[in-house]
């Protein structure tokens, strides 16, 4: 009599049910760690750790630990780096199919021919949907587990409510920052606020949170409209408020003084201003006595001229994040790297201004893997999230030791942020759930997301191409002009540029 068999998944995923909850040990990785004690990483070779529904409940110092919950799936992750997944403080995530087209935009350019005010005539609520799906997908395959997505596409409340449900129905931990504006006659603030009340009450997900985006805090300070804002923001448990922060000739506002004018910053609820160039030593201080956060976004703001000359002084009280990532990366390990990089040129080069040889390294590679993982969380007002230790949430990314690019490693955070990328990521978690798993996310129907995506894309950017930008000249912000920008070209001759 033949005996039949059964998958030990399968096995172990019907034992879990029986039980209703499920275990995952990943064993024999090396783990970066966070001792909460020290406020330092905790370097653990040949380590495991166990997952019990969404949480990380224990991590051990053998590959073989006693006492493991019966049931529980065994991972085998010798000669792979266990890491805490990465967090994205500044994303716009409605943007994926404008992909490619920005390589060489400017802001201006940006704003007229992408921004949120000027795109909403190209996106039905079903391209706005698979286009911010396709994009979190993205992002979960690149290892980012938690994104803020400052969500400026609440044109209308059928687009608004598929934002979110694409933000939901991805799988990622989504902080879903719900842009008050004023995008049409019969769709405005007061309009938008209602509807968020409405979601909030309804909308439920264990992983996507409905939070609040608002951007004119500088430019209308004593409105209706802010008032409306400050008041939701008192009243409704807001986990996270996020603005766009941005100072010098751009004359943005929204900087730490202005919210502090307006009693923001002294409230729970997590702020975080993006980008944030051109900070005072007014606003750092402030964002050190409340206890608020930047976003540095650093291949967006030198892709755009924004620029940090002071950024680099309150990393205390910063995160990362990717911002407009149709026109570059996706993955927070190359802003992490650029900004390590950006940070340590700012340093040295006032050393070398002195005629001065710099005596040791101004900023090291723990400090940037902090910046792309605990201080994101730190910045939501989640210190359970881009970290391992126990309690924590079970958001993780597996990297493959013996890739090629990491081959021969010995320092796992030097491995993964000087030397890892996206293919180095074997598998990816949130909430313990795989999303990517082996090399391939874990998603049914993708490769009907990627028709449909495909389809949105070919449309919306047909119709871009075909529409002349306005000149650039004269003035883009009251009082500040356009300036003369000199080509770098590799060949020699004129108008080579492009």
């Not at 760690?33 to 529904?53: K, M, P, Q």
């Not at 008041?231 to 003084?257: A, C, K, M, Q, R």
């Not at 126990?390 to 000087?418: C, N, Q, T």
């Not at 191409?465 to 590799?490: F, N, W």
């Amino acid at each position: 009599m033949r005996i039949p068999t059964i998958d030990l998944r399968v096995a172990a995923l019907l034992y879990c049910i029986t039980l209703s909850t499920c275990s995952i040990l990943l064993s024999g990785g090396t783990i970066i760690s966070f001792d909460d004690a020290t406020s330092c990483l905790r370097i653990i070779e040949n380590g495991s750790l166990l997952i019990t529904d969404d949480r990380i409940t224990s991590i051990f110092d053998t590959s073989t630990p006693p006492n493991i919950p019966p049931g529980t799936e065994i991972i085998d992750c010798i000669n792979k780096i266990i890491s805490p997944g990465f967090v994205d403080t500044h994303r716009h995530g409605w943007q994926t199919v404008f992909k490619t087209l920005g390589s060489n935009t400017t802001l201006a350019e940006y704003l007229l021919r992408y921004g949120s005010g000027v795109a909403a005539p190209l996106f039905s609520p079903d391209d706005l949907y698979i286009s911010q799906l396709t994009g979190i997908y993205e992002a979960l395959n690149a290892g980012v587990t938690t994104i803020l997505d400052h969500a400026h596409h609440t044109w209308t409340p059928e687009h608004a409510a598929m934002g979110l449900k694409a933000s939901a129905d991805s799988g990622a931990r989504v902080f879903f920052g719900y842009a008050f504006q004023n995008s049409s006659a019969d769709f405005g603030v007061p309009e938008q606020i209602a509807q968020w009340k409405n979601l909030k009450s309804s909308f439920e997900s264990n992983t996507t949170d409905l939070v609040i985006a608002y951007d004119d805090w500088s430019g209308n300070p004593a409105g209706e409209n802010t008032r409306a804002v400050i008041d939701l923001i008192n009243t409704s448990n807001v986990s996270v408020l996020t603005t766009h922060s941005l100072e010098g000739p751009w004359l943005f506002g929204n900087t730490p003084t202005t919210l502090a004018t307006l009693n923001i910053l002294n409230t729970t609820t997590a702020t975080i201003m993006s980008h944030a160039s051109y900070l005072t030593p007014r606003d750092a201080l402030l964002l050190r006595t409340y206890n608020k956060h930047i976003s540095i976004t650093p291949e967006s703001e030198m892709h755009h001229g924004f620029l940090h000359p002071t950024s680099h002084l309150i990393l205390d009280q910063a995160s990362l994040g990717v911002d407009t990532h149709f026109t570059f990366s996706t993955d927070i390990l190359s802003q992490a790297r650029l900004w390590l990089q950006t940070t340590r040129a700012l340093i040295y080069q006032s050393v070398a201004d002195r005629w001065e040889i710099p005596s040791k390294s101004p900023f090291s590679v723990t400090q940037a893997f902090l910046l792309a993982t605990r201080n994101g969380g730190l910045a939501l007002g989640r210190p359970d999230l881009g970290v391992i230790s126990v309690g924590a949430k079970a958001d993780l990314v597996i990297f493959d030791g013996r890739s090629p690019a990491l081959l021969g490693w010995r320092d796992a955070v030097a491995a993964v942020i000087l030397h890892a990328g996206v293919g180095d990521m074997e598998s990816v978690l949130v909430d313990g759930e795989f999303v990517k798993r082996e090399g391939k996310l874990v998603v049914d129907g993708y490769e009907g997301v990627k028709t449909r995506f495909l389809e949105a894309a070919g449309r919306i950017q047909d119709v871009l191409e075909k529409t002349p930008l306005p000149a650039q000249e004269g003035s883009v912000i009251p009082g500040y002009t356009y300036g003369y920008i000199p080509q770098a070209d590799v060949v020699r001759g004129e108008g080579t540029g492009y």
